[in-house]
């Protein structure tokens, strides 16, 4: 596949991307309007994602992918291999091994470092999206720090249900200036985002890319007598017993049966060479 | 007992192995060949060509083919392309005052110069399916003229003569180009057409139809419509002129619209306009009503709150590419948002549970 570019966007392409990437961190939490490429995968497949990937990939480069916190998801082997194939860069499913690791609705529980790059894919970057359908609205509502809408919605939520009523794609404000969408991360995730790599976000349809230098400040959105709550399943993993990471929950029989496993594939498979064990196994070797 | 779903890999490989069998279909039924489809199907390919934005039909008749005649799929996949296309300039815009028609008609006017040319239309067909088709029936020869080498005036120049018409102006500045910038708003009138020639053509006609139908009605009438060949030339810099580069085939659609007129200026009827690669009449009609609900604002009318006068609305949702994948992307793994939802229900039952208990028991 090398009738490409390395990395498949030629190299114009590449600066134009890297110039809203630099611009974006110089603004933490602002969307910078980018022109965004027809990639060959669908709009909304993580065609923001992949064009940051391959503005921000080097031949040295260690690449990781992740949907839904797992590497083989069918979604996160295709775009493996697009990189494969168009970057020849090496792969892996070791968070600690990958220098970039671009993710789809989950920030992997291994604390990730200074030497590490996080890109995310992102459908609709605007946190006020569905409050003010308008784009021209809500620039100048980010313009003017016009946020008021955003607190009576999560006002309503409580009068109505006594609980903020969102559970991903929480929103959070970057250094006390810009409201931002951290994507559709389920809000347990929020608080890793003060972390020391680089977080880079893009919505390729939309045409936004934002980013969060290292260790920025980020808070999710609350009120003094309702503080935020990163909650989670109150469960720890069936499969290595983990009781601090993000679950999903899988239907296991007819009955309608469950068990709790870490949604982070790699996590869970590190903790359980490591001999940790969860029930279900447990009952296995019994 | 469950092991988290591996495999992801090999299902994608065997997915596609099956998709390629069935695009083939019977292998005992003979295979398309691109030249069939290129000829034989010819309005797909053009609508593939115009929204595709790219006019080369061999390559829009692959796309077909490969889309298993999907021609979403097939436009994706020419966008695809054409994106790593390198752009080595610009042409210089195309006369279609000099176009060699091969259809031609005004609503307007019961003759104008140039006459009334129906060209190769279903217009006047009746649909009927024509079993004989079926059977590889021969094709009675159509009649031919020689074609009037003379050029074939616009209608609407007609019009502007006596001042009736608005003026179409000539801002002379180069237009942003929807492909290499970021879409911003407000759009100017170049680049709304631009999103416009691009866009799908069934919003586009829902769009266009919904004005006829009186949300923002402006009248429109067919001023001209034509089809047919123009030369495409481009300044080539060593050169220091124009040369053809070649030629490609479009659709130009002129409305003339209800009147209007104000204090200061006498009424005159105002313009829409479509423009649309190959034979593509029904997009450039729809293109040309739709670009002038749009015009409100310039045109002083009111904003009266319809679809179609809306250019965030009209621009932003216009695209099937963008459409069709953001739509289709909640075919995706959903699971860990889904997970936090079911969390979040739960609690806000458990809770509505307690108080209901509480209420019963006051």
């Known amino acids: ?123 609709i970057p605007e946190p006020l999206r569905f409050l003010e359908p308008r784009e021209t609205e809500t620039r100048k509502m980010h313009a003017l720090e016009e946020y008021g809408l955003m607190h009576v919605k999560l006002y309503e939520d409580i009068s109505q249900h006594g609980h903020i009523a969102t559970s991903y794609a929480y929103p959070v404000r970057i250094e006390g200036r810009y409201v931002m969408d951290p994507s559709p991360i389920p809000k347990f995730d929020n608080p890793k985002m003060e972390m020391a790599a680089i977080q880079l976000f893009g919505a390729g349809r939309e045409q936004r890319i934002y980013a969060l230098p290292p260790y920025t400040s980020v808070v999710s959105l609350d009120f003094d007598d309702h503080p935020f709550d990163p909650s989670k399943a109150p469960h720890c993993c069936a499969l290595c017993g983990a009781e601090d990471s993000y679950l999903d929950e899988v239907i296991v029989d007819d009955e309608g049966g469950r068990m709790f496993v870490c949604s982070d594939t790699d996590y869970c498979e590190r903790r359980r060479a490591a001999g940790h064990r969860g029930a279900a196994l447990a009952e296995d070797a019994a | 007992m469950y092991v988290a779903v591996k495999g992801g890999e090999r299902a994608i490989e065997n997915a596609h192995a099956w998709l390629a069998e069935e695009r083939r279909g019977d292998p005992s039924i003979d295979e398309l060949s691109v030249a069939q489809i290129r000829e034989q199907l010819s309005l797909a390919v053009n609508r593939v060509m115009a929204e595709g934005s790219l006019f080369d039909p061999d390559l829009a008749a692959l796309a077909i083919k490969q889309a298993r005649g999907d021609l979403i799929e097939a436009i994706f996949l020419i966008r695809a392309y054409r994106t790593t296309l390198p752009r080595f300039g610009s042409s210089e815009p195309i006369e279609t005052s000099d176009m060699q028609c091969d259809r031609r008609i005004s609503a307007t006017f019961k003759d104008v110069p140039g006459g009334q040319i129906l060209g190769p239309t279903f217009d006047y067909t009746h649909r009927l399916i024509d079993f004989k088709l079926a059977a590889d029936g021969e094709i009675p020869d159509a009649a031919e003229v020689p074609t009037d080498p003379e050029p074939v005036p616009h209608v609407t120049g007609f019009l502007n003569k006596e001042g009736l018409i608005e003026e179409a102006l000539d801002d002379e500045e180069a237009p942003r180009d929807l492909t290499r910038e970021p879409l911003e708003l407000p759009a100017d009138r170049a680049l709304r057409l631009q999103a416009l020639t691009r866009a799908d053509e069934g919003f586009t006609l829902g769009m266009a139809y919904s004005t006829q139908r009186g949300y923002a009605r402006n009248h429109a009438f067919v001023g001209e419509l034509r089809i047919g060949t123009v030369p495409v030339e481009m300044d080539i810099p060593e050169l220091g002129f124009a040369i053809e580069i070649g030629e490609i085939t479009v659709t130009e659609c002129e409305s003339v619209n209800q009147f209007k007129g104000s204090k200061t200026e006498r009424p005159q009827f105002t313009r829409g306009y479509g423009l649309v690669f190959g034979q593509t009449e029904r997009k450039a009609i729809s293109m040309a009503l ?71 028991a006051e």
Do not use: C
């Not at chain 1, 980018?34 to 080097?58: C, D, H, K, N």
């Not at chain 1, 590497?71 to 020849?88: L, P």
């Not at chain 1, 792969?91 to 200074?114: D, F, G, M, N």
């Open chain 1, 1 to 123: 596949m090398n009738d490409y570019n390395f990395a498949y966007l030629d190299e114009q392409t590449k600066r134009m991307i890297r110039r809203a990437i630099l611009k974006g961190l110089a603004i933490p939490g602002y969307q910078v309007p980018f022109a965004s490429r027809e990639m060959p995968m669908p709009y909304g497949w993580g065609t923001g994602g992949v064009q940051i990937s391959a503005a921000t990939l080097t031949p040295e480069d260690t690449f990781k992918v992740i949907d839904q916190g797992a590497d083989d998801t069918t979604n996160a082997v295709s775009i493996r291999q697009f990189f494969e194939k168009t970057a020849e860069v090496e792969t892996t499913t070791t968070t600690s091994e990958a220098t970039v690791i671009q993710t789809r609705h989950r920030i992997p529980e291994e604390p990730l470092t200074e030497d590490q790059i996080l890109v995310y894919q992102v459908p």
């Open chain 2, 290 to 360: 739709v670009d002038r609900a749009l015009r409100w604002e310039e045109l002083g009318e009111d904003f009266v709150g319809a679809p179609a006068q809306d250019a965030e609305f009209v621009l932003y949702h216009g695209d099937n590419i963008q459409a069709t994948g953001f739509l289709e992307h909640i075919k995706l793994p959903h699971y860990v948002d889904f997970q936090s939802e079911l969390e979040l229900v739960r609690k806000l039952r458990r809770e509505a549970g307690a108080s209901q208990v509480q209420e019963a």
